[in-house]
């Protein structure tokens, strides 16, 4: 919260507001600034431990906006959907730090909706889940999202006599099955709701030996060596840059140079949009 406080206010010497004005302010600051860069729009969804159901906050701009929120046949939206260009703004905080809480070993983050609400000024509790990425990328599509980039600290499937030694923490222990229920997530999730989109790039690192709740770092088999988090953010930027921004991006911008001077190539992507 501090963090996203610092780029809000800029170089003015102000405290920190309280969550909900921090969050009116920073749903403000996007929503006036949609299209520019660095500015996309925002889907975020949580679980709600009290009503059993996934919360969806997005803030969007037209002319996705109006059918995403509208009602749909069989399902009440109200009870699930904020709008957090609208009264939901002062929730911004309350979704992106449930988003941030894992549903094991840490409290979940608590969120009083309005009075004039679905939910009547109920306090609920909010946190993460790892198979959310399938309700993520269903209501991303619904968007209007064609092309996908999946973003993930899961290494993909190791091969046989690599097995590491059982860790006998607790973190260790809940951090493990939470780095396998997020693969095993992603993997279906992928399968099913893949074919709606356009393209999909994954960025991914090949080997990860740091674990959800080793905030401060691990050992790491491997390569007989203790990694910390920030050498794992170091090999994060290494990985967007091969996988993704040398490969794809870079090609785009090969092929466009070739059709500007009369070279007919089929393109990689005739447009290709970050957010």
Not at 26 to 53: C, I, K, M
């Amino acid at each position: 919260m501090d963090a996203l406080w610092e780029l809000i206010r800029g170089a003015a010497p102000t405290a920190r507001p309280p969550l909900a004005a921090l969050g009116r302010r920073y749903a403000e600051v996007l929503s006036e600034n949609l299209g520019q860069p660095g500015f996309r729009e925002l889907v975020v969804v949580t679980t709600d431990l009290d009503a059993r159901r996934d919360v969806v906050a997005a803030l969007l701009a037209e002319p996705y906006k109006q059918a995403f929120l509208a009602p749909r046949p069989g399902r009440d939206r109200r009870s699930e959907i904020l709008d957090l260009a609208g009264v939901a703004r002062e929730h911004v905080m309350d979704v992106i730090g449930a988003g941030l809480t894992p549903a094991m070993l840490c409290d979940p983050q608590l969120m009083t909706f309005t009075p004039d609400s679905f939910w009547r000024g109920e306090t609920h509790r909010l946190c993460d889940r790892p198979g959310s990425i399938a309700r993520l990328l269903e209501e991303v599509a619904e968007a209007g999202v064609r092309q996908l980039i999946v973003v993930t600290a899961v290494a993909p499937t190791a091969a046989p006599h690599r097995l590491r030694a059982l860790r006998l923490d607790l973190a260790g222990r809940f951090g493990e099955f939470q780095t396998a229920a997020e693969s095993i997530a992603l993997r279906d999730t992928l399968e099913a709701i893949g074919p709606r989109f356009d393209s999909i790039y994954t960025i991914q690192p090949t080997h990860n030996a740091i674990g959800p709740f080793d905030f401060a770092g691990a050992y790491d088999e491997a390569s007989d060596r203790r990694q910390d988090l920030s050498e794992l953010m170091e090999r994060a930027y290494e990985d967007a840059y091969r996988q993704f921004i040398e490969p794809v991006i870079g090609a785009s911008g090969e092929q466009l140079a070739h059709a500007a001077v009369g070279i007919r190539e089929p393109a990689a992507a005739e447009h290709f949009d970050l957010g």
